[in-house]
């Protein structure tokens, strides 16, 4: 009997992460506090006087002009989504089915799942042996493949490296296609292509509520591109995405950036002292970061993360890739979640006598 499905999605790997249980949760990049009730409560009164039964605007217009103006960019230009991952895939939906997605390896894994999903063929180039874009290869590989679209993550994930901006500058200038740059940890590292939409109609910025704003769980992201991108990205992105809950809790946020400031000052204080404190473990070697979580080297990775697991901390195998043998992700967690982090790992490479 031919199969109910397209042989493009019966080929994929589902989307899968496990979730046991655990008292210090460091897998998933989110920020280690939640929002305080106060603020909380003020958006279950905007809640409360919003109206359940109507549809809101279809592309959360009124909230693209907030956003638009606290990042600094046109109105136009902006369309959001409930998380950034909507918007990896309404930008392939738009630009790429059956064609050329490039990327590099390892990078966030969505990039691959949503390009095979949509029947392309999925380039990856290989980074560095210390993260960075090998980019004669790339800029070469890009000329040969002609990819319809490229994803970026700047800072990398699961690396947590910045790419440097002239190399990118390049990639977007000879690029054929789309290049999207996700900027998903943007607020941790200070980097940002911002200035240069002006000037590329081709480059697309993707940015997340999920991380430094604290709404992992509220679900939302948006993209900065020109205006005529938005349009077209527009068409195949569904409408009323994101609900009207997560649009009053972004809205009140954004009210609020004082506050997130501060929160990324904290996590980036803690990277610090993270990173300190892993270099001080026996056979542990951490990579620079420049976003919230840090990829740290083991003597073996499945038995460190089981160990860690043991004692209740949860962190990220990230050890499939080849570049990456034996290399584990850790989120930026409080100052009492690093320390619990650091004692159970030392633990594990503590002598036998
Ligand atoms: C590079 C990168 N982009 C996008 C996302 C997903 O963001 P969202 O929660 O907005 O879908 C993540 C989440 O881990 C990420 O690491």
New binding site residues.
Partial sequence: MKSLFRKEVLQMKAYHLERPLCDVKLN??ELPRDIPSAIKSQVLVRFVQTPWNRYSKPYSEDLCERVAAAVGWKSEGVTMAN???VLIQALILSAAVRQVVMTVAPT?SLYRLEAQALGNRVVEVPLLKDFSLPKDDFLRTMRIKKPSIIFL?NPN?PTGNLFPEEILIEIIEKAPGLVVV?E?YYPFSGKTLLPALQQYKNLVL?R?F?KAFAL?GV?A?YLLAHPSVVKEVRKVLLPYCLNVLSQIVVETLLEQVVLVQKWVMESLGERERLFEGLQCVPDVSPFPSAANFICFRVKGAKKTFKGLLEQGVLVRDVSDNKLLKNCLRVSVGTAEENARFLQALKFLSRPPL
């Fill in positions: 998933q990049n998380g950034s991952n966030f993550s994930a996700d998903a993707l997340t999920s992992a679900r992201g």
